[in-house]
């Protein structure tokens, strides 16, 4: 996700001041994996993947602050937590949850693996 989608999670409905003041004090340019996707084409299914990833992350969004208190060193609650620290707030916070993981390989091409998660209570 963007500095900006992430700036308007922390600012929207479920507000996190400590990702805000990240973004504000860190957030000097975009990570290097949303840039390069960004622009690359990618097949139906990687679609999938990032779309899945991307909505796991917004409906997550609102335990960080929570998960951060008692898991320090997830360092959660920062603008470009990635996929390990979402990962370990979705098992302690949403563990119905059914997530797809994904492991992205950028090189000539883009080489996706993708392994379902189902997360047990």
């Not at 620290?85 to 098992?91: A, E, F, S, V, Y």
Request: aromatic share 14%; proline share 3%; net charge neutral.
């Amino acid at each position: 996700m963007s500095i900006n989608e992430i700036n308007q999670l922390a600012l929207g409905p479920s507000p996190n001041d400590t990702v805000y003041t990240d973004i504000q004090n860190n957030a000097k340019e975009e990570r290097f994996v949303y840039t390069k996707l960004k622009g690359t084409t990618l097949s139906a299914d990687a679609t999938l993947v990032l779309y899945k990833a991307r909505e796991l992350t917004v409906a997550s969004f609102k335990y960080r602050k929570y998960f951060a208190q008692e898991h320090p060193e997830y360092h959660i609650n920062t603008w470009d937590a990635g996929w390990y620290q979402i990962k370990g707030l979705l098992k302690a916070y949403m563990p119905k949850t059914i997530y797809l993981y994904c492991i992205i390989t950028l090189n000539e091409n883009i080489i996706l693996y993708i392994v379902i998660f189902s997360i047990r209570e």
